[in-house]
């Protein structure tokens, strides 16, 4: 059952006492080791594009309960994901 949000704060997991007591060389060690911190100098943004949301439209449609599953079990936003799926094929058929 989906909580309703109040306007508070949520909750969070993080010790925020823990991450406040970190010294920077602990900070830039972790960065180091963490192969997502990776920076973008060597990126190549020749093919990068700007990406609007577009407004979007509530349908009702029939899938394969596997592919739902499959979808669902990757948590929240799987909607979205799907949507994004949808949208590479129109765009490749489009190519």
């Known amino acids: 059952m989906k909580e309703k949000h109040t306007g508070k704060p949520l909750k969070g997991k993080t010790d925020w006492a823990r991450v406040d007591a970190l010294t920077d060389e602990e900070i830039e060690a972790a960065v180091a080791s963490d ?3 990776a920076l973008l100098e060597d990126f190549d943004w020749e093919n990068a594009r700007v990406v ?4 979007k439209k509530a349908i009702s449609f029939r899938v394969d309960r596997d592919i739902l599953d499959w979808f669902r079990k990757s948590g929240r936003g799987y909607q979205t994901r799907m949507n994004a799926v949808l949208r590479a094929y129109v765009e490749a058929q489009r190519k």
């Open 52 to 55: 609007y949301p577009n407004a």
């Open 35 to 37: 192969p997502d911190a």
